[in-house]
């Protein structure tokens, strides 16, 4: 985690004149403590930079190696009673809800919301400033850091994906790939993966989010593998058609098409291009074959500690695009019943431009 991501949140609390803020969601508690798998933790931070964060006790121990030598009191709580050799919280709800009792302003994250968020955000009652697209925007633009960490699980996700290509025969299941794409992934430095992984062949290929399946992998059958890893917290993504044998010509086409596509929309994005105008360049390249009426899903979206976050690549977004952001593209083309074609790059925008950082070829 970069030293000034705590920063960042302590002066957005001087900025909108917020007395205290309170983290509940795993990804933002991830994103500014550098904490894998915060489960169950609450953040507050007040004003002056003082920060606390409640853990469930079994996670305590784990929790205090990751943040504890930083400027952050951690405090495990456990509402059963039992005994430890810690001083606990018994109570999270009321102690929450307590030390913020005299903050007339407490910035609350509302895109993260379960039943005990649910219920300290009713106490605060018209105290709770909603601070959800401020959080968004933080985290939208990386430190060099951060771009480091996603290179390298980019890294990680193409060296698995040549490495299952090695492998990859006629009969394999659907499943079976997965098995020992992922297998490749932790071999190869991944703490995990990003999202479930998709391979699909054949007609579910026809389907964006394809649940693999034992279906068996068929000679001149498209094969689309959409796959990320985890490298210290932060995600990658990357989508690639692939064939075992000769590509039909019908779908060679659309690959074709496809690839001009994603190669158009990456000469085009930089900084301060809105996004739906990355959009809209990638739908007029398809319009030109016939295709853009397949493409049934935005063009992209920013990648950090969740593959899915701001900015949104998408019809309507007039957000402009920064430097420090990282992006997919990510054109397809799904013709039902039949098979779908899909390719995705992860993109850096820079002052000057941008800077694909995959790779690998678009033709495998």
Do not use: W
Not at 44 to 64: H, K, S
Not at 108 to 120: A, G, K, P
Not at 239 to 259: F, H, N, W, Y
Request: proline fraction near 5%; charge should be negative.
């Amino acid at each position: 985690m970069p030293a000034d991501n705590l920063n960042k949140l302590i002066k957005l609390l001087e900025f909108k004149g917020l007395n205290s803020v309170l983290i509940c969601g795993q990804p933002n508690i991830t994103y500014f403590l550098g904490l894998p798998k915060p489960s169950g933790c609450l953040l507050i931070v007040e004003i002056g930079g003082n920060a606390e964060l409640l853990t469930p006790l079994l996670d305590y121990d784990r929790v205090l190696k990751y943040v504890g030598s930083r400027t952050v009191e951690v405090k495990p709580y456990t509402p059963y009673g039992i005994g430890s050799l810690y001083e606990v919280v018994s109570d999270p709800l009321t102690y929450v809800r307590d030390k913020l009792s005299t903050s007339p302003r407490v910035g609350v994250d509302l895109n993260y919301i379960n039943y005990m968020t649910y219920r300290l955000v009713s106490a605060l009652g018209e105290r709770v400033v909603n601070i959800s697209d401020d959080l968004l925007s933080i985290r939208a633009v990386k430190e060099d850091v951060e771009v480091g960490f996603i290179s390298r699980a980019l890294k990680v996700t193409e060296d698995a994906l040549l490495k299952v290509l090695d492998d990859l025969s006629v009969g394999s299941t659907e499943l079976e790939v997965v098995g020992l794409l992922e297998k490749y992934l932790r071999d190869l430095g991944a703490e995990g993966v990003a999202f479930d992984t998709i391979v699909a062949s054949g007609f579910n290929s026809a389907y964006p989010h394809a649940i693999p399946s034992s279906r068996k992998i068929v000679a001149g059958e498209p094969i689309v593998i959409d796959v990320g890893a985890v490298f210290h917290t932060y995600a990658s993504d990357l989508t690639r058609t692939v064939c075992v044998g000769s590509m039909p010509s019908e779908v060679s086409k659309i690959l074709e098409a496809v690839d001009e596509a994603l190669s158009v929309a990456e000469d085009f994005v930089g900084p301060y291009v809105r996004a739906s105008e990355v959009d809209c360049r990638v739908r007029k390249v398809l319009s030109k074959y016939g295709l853009d009426k397949y493409f049934i899903h935005s063009t992209g979206h920013g990648v950090g500690v969740e593959v899915h976050e701001a900015p949104r690549i998408a019809q309507g977004v007039e957000e402009e695009l920064k430097p420090g952001m990282v992006i997919t593209l990510e054109p397809g083309t799904y013709i039902r019943d039949h098979y779908g074609v899909r390719l995705e790059d992860m993109v850096l925008i820079t002052k000057s431009g941008r800077k694909v950082l995959n790779t690998l070829s678009h033709k495998l």
